[in-house]
């Protein structure tokens, strides 16, 4: 029973928030993808990405939970755990330890960073230029009890507000594929990490196997695109060329989307499934629930217009990468682990 009741309450929590949103948000929002260049959407990068969390968050959090990115699993392995499990493994790679500085480059709530704090110890700064994102995450991490390990920084990736050499270390997962320039973005983090210092990264890229030729693989990336509010999706060999060219040494580079017998179950099985009582809500059945609900409550006016349209936004996404995953097209988590020089050569 308090269970069920502590669910509603959220639902209603996620309606009040999406009621303060405006339709003027998901108009000017399509607008960016209204043609299929990406020229506008990579000179106007912030306001694209801050109208997209905007419209975004509250259906992030009510269906994926804190931690906004996807994972592998294993046989018998529930989502939560999996999520958790890919996470620990940047903490791992890196090093983390008690003590030491680390950045989240586009922390999102602040799920991952408080997984990562917890498993490692480490002190960890979150940047993310999104009002509300922050404000949900200072919740969070304070009902955590982490808000003397974990905190938030306002503010661009591209210009992140500290010194030179600031940083023991540096992650990000599914974020700075918001960026319009891998260059931008990649040598950024360079001047933030500290000399020796690693940084370890989930990117979001086309694989090989994209043909830009191909009309079918060009709606595919274009709706990924408008549905997780990105610029534009570079593909793995663009990413490896832009980290050498900004001076990084690339330790290890690994598209971990392919099912291995390590990890049997693809990451986009979530979306996929027909019904999960676990997973309800990233179901198809729970998916229709939702949208069902929500065009209700938008007729009747108990939440603005526009509110519909963000749900089909992000169900374009969602159609966009599970297809995307199992043509092996794409993939969210094409991860490289690369160290700062000692030396500038």
Request: aromatic share 6%; glycine share 8%; proline share 5%.
């Given at each position: 029973?308090?269970?069920?009741?502590?669910?509603?309450?959220?639902?209603?929590?996620?309606?009040?928030?999406?009621?303060?949103?405006?339709?003027?948000?998901?108009?000017?929002?399509?607008?960016?993808?209204?043609?299929?260049?990406?020229?506008?959407?990579?000179t106007k990068y912030t306001t694209l990405v801050n109208q997209y969390y905007d419209l975004s968050t509250d259906f992030y959090e009510y269906g994926w939970g804190n931690s906004f990115h996807f994972a592998p699993r294993y046989k018998g392995e529930s989502l939560p755990a999996s999520i958790a499990r890919h996470e620990q493994f940047l903490a791992l790679q890196l090093g983390l330890k008690p003590g030491m500085r680390v950045l989240d480059v586009g922390c999102g709530i602040g799920g991952p960073m408080m997984e990562i704090a917890r498993f490692s110890g480490?002190?960890?700064?979150?940047?993310?230029?999104?009002?509300?994102?922050?404000?949900?995450?200072?919740?969070?991490v304070t009902a955590g009890g982490l808000d003397q390990r974990c905190s938030f920084i306002k503010g661009d990736f591209l210009?992140?507000?500290?010194?030179?050499?600031?940083?023991?270390?540096?992650?990000?997962?599914?974020?700075?594929?918001?960026?319009?320039?891998k260059e931008e973005i990649y040598s950024e983090i360079l001047r933030v990490v500290k000399p020796g210092g690693y940084a370890a990264v989930y990117e979001w890229c086309m694989t090989d196997n994209?043909?830009?030729?191909?009309?079918?693989?060009?709606?595919?990336?274009?709706?990924?695109?408008?549905?997780?509010?990105?610029?534009?999706?570079?593909?793995?060999?663009?990413?490896?060329?832009?980290?050498?060219?900004?001076?990084?040494?690339i330790i290890e580079c690994e598209d971990k989307a392919p099912v291995s017998p390590q990890n049997p179950i693809p990451w986009y099985a979530p979306m996929e499934a027909s019904f999960s009582l676990s997973g309800f809500r990233l179901t198809s059945a729970g998916i229709w629930f939702t949208k069902t609900l929500v065009g209700w409550l938008e007729k009747f006016s108990l939440v603005p217009?526009?509110?519909?349209?963000?749900h089909?936004?992000?169900?374009?996404?969602?159609?966009?990468?599970?297809?995307?995953?199992?043509?092996?097209?794409?993939?969210?988590m094409f991860y490289f682990l690369v160290r700062k020089p000692l030396e500038k050569k």
């Open positions: 029973g308090q269970s069920l009741l502590h669910r509603h309450k959220g639902k209603a929590k996620m309606l009040q928030n999406l009621a303060e949103k405006t339709k003027e948000n998901i108009d000017t929002y399509n607008q960016f993808f209204d043609k299929k260049e990406d020229t506008e959407r990579k480490a002190n960890i700064e979150g940047i993310n230029n999104n009002d509300y994102q922050i404000s949900r995450g200072r919740t969070r210009h992140i507000p500290q010194p030179d050499n600031t940083y023991d270390a540096c992650y990000a997962i599914d974020a700075t594929c918001h960026s319009p320039s994209y043909d830009p030729e191909n009309p079918v693989h060009r709606e595919i990336k274009h709706n990924i695109e408008i549905g997780d509010g990105i610029p534009n999706m570079d593909n793995t060999k663009k990413v490896v060329e832009a980290l050498k060219k900004c001076g990084w040494e217009k526009g509110t519909s349209a963000t089909d936004m992000l169900m374009l996404a969602r159609d966009g990468m599970v297809r995307g995953g199992s043509m092996n097209i794409f993939t969210p």
